[in-house]
């Protein structure tokens, strides 16, 4: 079966594109990946997504999409794409061994944590190192924990880990936060966390047994080494975007970030579009995701219309 239109990835960009599509009775096929729902779904309250002024959790906001998505007739399916062929039309999506064809294809599989790259970072991940402070939090009541990193999310990870841990300490390679001020000045005023700045995590220590133990702290400054005790670890050192499925086929910018043309999710293969984190570095917001799903789903409607009359 030919489908009109397949997306690939499910955060907000991914279901606001489908409900846009299924809305213009393209019968979108939804495939969800690894992460149905995308990042929101590792967050607590989301507070700046517009129509929400007391906020809402994540994961029920991403519910409510998939919820309007498939209200209209998008088809979701909790699978994950192995391969695709861009090659030639139609294009061709794998889920495994299944074969999917399809005359244009949204893509939208966001971004995914960025890890230090530490040998103990790697061993540890799960047994006192995370990435998701939403996920690991609890584990850490009236613990001290670290939070590697100087933008919003170490801020608002920082900031949750003190409903639970009772000492919060940020490092940060340099002497400035990336961080918007808002979310640097809720740091600064939360008397559970501080911040040890020019500061860099050169090791964890513990077992898969008994979890973390302490850390290894460079000053980058003068160079002196230390450790200090500690209970876990979270790393919110920014993104890397899952473009790996893509990669021979479409241009990517030197971050590996889908590049798209000027005021439109069209990609550099005519009938594949790009939308959400996959393709912005800058702004990515839930909002600003979902807007550019809707784009996607409209500019993916005038390329069929434009086969069809061809
Ligand atoms: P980010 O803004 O790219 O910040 C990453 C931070 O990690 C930077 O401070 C960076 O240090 C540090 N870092 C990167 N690699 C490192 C390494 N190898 N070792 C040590 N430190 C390293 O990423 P983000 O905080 O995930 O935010 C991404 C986007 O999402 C931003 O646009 C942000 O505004 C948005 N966001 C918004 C909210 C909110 O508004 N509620 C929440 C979360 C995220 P340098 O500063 O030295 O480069």
Redesign the pocket.
Known sequence: MNRKVIIIGSGPAGLTAATYAARANLKPLVFEGAQPGGQLTITTDV??YPGFPDGIMGPDLMDKFRDQAKRFGAECHFKHVTKVDFGSHPFKVWVADETYLSDSIIIATGATA?L?GLESEKELMGHGVSACATCDGFFFKDKKVFV???????M?EANFLTKFASDVQII???DE????KI?QDRVINNPKVSIQWNT?LENIEGSIDDGVSAVVLRDTISGDVRMEKCDGVFL????TPNTELFDNFLDLDNKKYICTKNNSTKTSLSGIFACGDVQDS????AITAAGSGCMAAMDAEKYLESIESS
């Open positions: 507070e700046n960025r230090l590697v990193g100087g933008g919003d999310s170490a608002e940060h390679r340099r936060l990336r961080a918007s979310m860099t919110a050192i920014g993104h800058i702004y990515r917001q």
